[in-house]
């Protein structure tokens, strides 16, 4: 059986990770690896054979490892097709500090002052974790594509749990960058984590209820990220997981929105190639209120249309899905002072505790890290344990004014068993009828 279509990717690297909890290093050490993910468009559907330390230099090697995975492809049922998409490479960002030129000693000592900064009076535990990974991928396929890049990826987060009378809160901090080393001089980040938790201890406790929010661009990018783009993977289109299935060219949103995934800027979720080998651009799912485009790999491409491909993406030795990227509300023209001043009595919701989505039934629920009160368009009371609920769809809608302050935060995005590096962000953003919940009265 000769196959449609083949394609092989390849991924060699090392993975570093270190982890410091109260003062001590609890582990630092490097891992290798090396992965190879065969795909062959049989006569209906895929066969996916997962290989180590192939050797993919002379033609007979790469004849003999499709010849492998031919009869899997033989087995399938469903019928694939594939959308023709662009294919090239884009420019990694430039490597500021190669992490591979800081020894383990050094790496290790950087981080144990990040989370020794943590521990401030009333902080009974820290911990901090340091992650660096160093990819370099070969990727081939039937039509003759081939192209090789390596990407340089690390970061860190910090955790710092307090506790005062039998009540115990948490602060967090997390930075993790494309292309370099950042351990340097972020001891700030640590105290942070630790003034946060420590400041939890006396906060007040959130009232539940339909209000105004005002929305900081870390929580705003996380409802971004997780209602909106997640719903937009052809995939979740195709299978009738989505709120967003069959509304392309409707207004779904306010007037003046715009949601992007961008895979070709050099954020976290940068990569210079799709896990398919096509060229990533950038997708407007929603521009001016109305959707747009769904993202896509080939196969949701031909499935599904409406949208271009290059979403696809992979952990190391597994089969590419739809995936987002760097995913982001873009700037309208309010400034932070007209947002706190046209919500004039409300909530202001900081950064984010987690949360689920629901992107079939279009519902979610976010938690909020703390908030503060917004009482004549200023700022005053800190809260905790609140949460924000509410309809996709809806909460497009209620979005009042978008801020001109959009700020990106990394992190890392699980689906279908795989993590992969994403960012996500928006500006502040303020939103009419927000549903909170809290344990105030």
Partial sequence: MEPRYYDIRCVR???????????????????????????VLGPAGWG???????????????????????????ITEDRVDLAPA??????????????????????????????????????????????EGIDHVRFMDSSGSEMSYET???????????????????????DHITGGFNLRDKQGLGQKAGETAVDLLGAGLAKGGATKAVLDPELAGVFTHEAVGHASEGDLVREGNSVLKGKIGETIGCEGLVIVDDPSLPGFGFDPVDAEG?????????SGGVLQAYLHNRETLAAVGDGIAGHARAEHGAAPQVRMSNTFIENGDATYE???????????????RGGQVDPGR????????????????????????????????????????????????????GKGGQSVPVSDGAPHLLLKNAMLGGRGS
Avoid at 401 to 412: A, T
């Fill in 152 to 174: 340089v990826r690390s970061g860190f987060s910090v955790v710092a749990v307090a506790s005062r009378n039998g009540v115990m809160q948490m602060g967090s901090e997390r």
């Fill in 278 to 286: 096509v060229k990533p651009e950038r997708t407007e799912i929603i």
């Fill in 48 to 74: 996916i054979l997962v290989l180590d330390h192939v050797d993919l230099d002379s033609r007979r090697a790469v004849e003999a490892i499709v010849a492998e995975a031919v009869p899997l492809a033989g």
């Fill in 86 to 131: 662009p294919r090239g490479l884009l420019a990694s960002p430039p490597l500021r500090e190669d992490p591979r030129n800081v020894d383990l000693e050094e790496k290790t000592r950087l981080l144990a002052e990040i989370e020794a900064a943590a521990r401030l009076p009333e902080v009974v535990n820290t911990r901090a974790r340091y992650t």
């Fill in 362 to 413: 279009g519902v979610f629920q976010f938690n909020a890290e703390y908030g503060y009160l917004i009482e004549n368009g200023e700022k005053t009371r800190m809260v905790r344990d609140v949460s924000l609920s509410g309809e996709i769809l809806r909460t497009l809608h209620d979005i009042v004014l978008i801020g001109n302050d959009r700020k990106m935060h990394p992190g890392y995005c």
């Fill in 13 to 39: 690297g090392e993975v570093t990770q270190i982890e410091v909890d109260d003062g001590v290093v609890e582990s630092a050490g490097t891992s290798f690896f090396d992965k190879t993910v065969v795909r």
């Fill in 338 to 352: 007209e947002i706190m001043d046209e919500c004039r009595d409300g909530i202001l919701l900081i950064g984010s």
